[in-house]
């Protein structure tokens, strides 16, 4: 199916995605923003798989840094001149499709400026239908392809912290690159990575995942945190007040702690992503299941907002009720993040993290 996002669209992706970010993915705001400015100066289109030839090259459009930075500016001129670097590097230099590298209050709009402004079609296909915290969970696992050449174009920063380049090689090392690009930015960079066929992003991605991160915000925007609550079988494990809070940027990685006051001592764990859930001493629900925190408004709060002395209740959906694509089973993909938290919470081979033993 081929369709033109509307302004209907908007708010629907925007909260449906804050709510998969899963404490990651970007900030309601700003996300709002560059999907209204999208609509204001273009027509972006969303496509399914389906209406792409599979040999047809897509690149992923992505936001990468600690969301927690203070000084973090990336502007839609940052993206598309992310883009354009990439595709300097491109036989023929021009990709087909773009697709985002997952679901978050600003990535799941990631490429709607994009295409607003080039008429390349944003795919509704994530790299992950959930935020995740690092760049080879979002590499639909091409990180395995020993012959794969990682391309990484990036941009972004105010004027003082501005850097742009473009990094070739081995995905981790690419990676490493562009995370500490977005250091060096003081805090975010937008980034155009990793072209490959739409067959492949198909087989290997989260295909569907813009369009079901538009419907879960529609269930939000009608029902509010109850409704969502059901639509992904999930559970409000805790309601209560913020006692401590902590959040350290270590390496471009928001790296902290939450824990309420509540009488179960509800603990959550993050790498920007809530990592871990705890309830009464129990694990409750560890990546990739969805932990999310809202305020006591019900909005959604990203692991980077939350504040001591807040009000806000935590839900916790099976990775079984999300779009995921094969890298959040990959368990050596979850070691620097455990190494991070000093606990071990990746998932065995071929069973979700959060099922039963």
């Not at 008429?119 to 790299?127: H, K, R, S």
């Not at 198909?202 to 009608?222: K, M, T």
């Not at 959040?328 to 099922?355: C, H, I, N, T, W």
Request: aromatic share 6%; glycine share 12%.
């Amino acid at each position: 199916m081929k369709r033109t996002l509307t302004p209907d669209d908007i708010e629907a992706a925007v909260y449906g995605g804050a709510i998969l970010g899963g404490g990651g993915g970007g900030f309601i705001e700003p996300g709002l923003r560059t999907a209204r400015l999208a609509l204001q100066v273009g027509s972006p289109q969303l496509w399914s798989v389906d209406e792409f030839d599979e040999d047809v090259l897509s690149a992923t459009v992505a936001l990468v840094g600690a969301p927690a930075a203070p000084n973090a500016l990336v502007q839609p001129a940052h993206l598309i001149r992310a883009l354009d670097l990439l595709q300097s590097q491109l036989p023929g230099g021009r990709v087909a499709a773009i697709n985002t590298n997952e679901n978050g209050a600003e990535t799941t709009v990631n490429g709607w400026f994009h295409s607003a402004l080039t008429g390349v079609p944003v795919i509704d296909l994530a790299c992950n239908g959930r935020a995740h915290p690092s760049s080879v969970m979002g590499s639909m696992g091409l990180h395995l392809d020993p012959d794969y050449t990682s391309i990484q174009a990036y941009a972004g920063g105010h004027p003082e912290f501005y850097v742009e380049g473009v990094t070739k090689g081995r995905m981790e090392a690419t990676s490493s690159v562009v995370r500490r690009a977005s250091v060096e930015a003081d805090g975010w960079v937008g980034v155009a990575r990793n072209p490959v066929t739409v067959g492949y992003a198909a087989s290997n991605g989260a295909a569907g995942a813009i369009s079901f991160a538009i419907e879960l915000g529609r269930v939000f925007l009608d029902g509010g945190v109850q409704a969502v609550t059901e639509r992904l079988g999930g559970r409000i494990i805790a309601s209560g007040t913020v006692g401590s809070y902590s959040c350290e940027p270590v390496e471009g990685l928001d790296i902290g702690k939450v824990v309420l006051t509540d009488a179960a001592v509800t603990t959550l764990l993050f790498v920007n992503e809530y990592m871990v859930a705890e309830h009464n001493g129990e694990r409750v629900g560890a990546f990739p299941d969805l932990i999310m925190t809202f305020d006591e408004n019900g909005v959604p709060l990203p692991s980077a907002r939350v504040q001591p002395g807040q009000t806000i209740s935590v839900l916790v959906a099976p990775a079984s009720s999300l779009i995921l694509a094969s890298t959040m089973f990959m368990a050596d993909l979850y070691e620097p993040l455990e190494k991070a938290l000093g606990v071990q919470f990746a998932p065995r081979s071929g069973v979700l993290a959060g099922a039963p033993a």
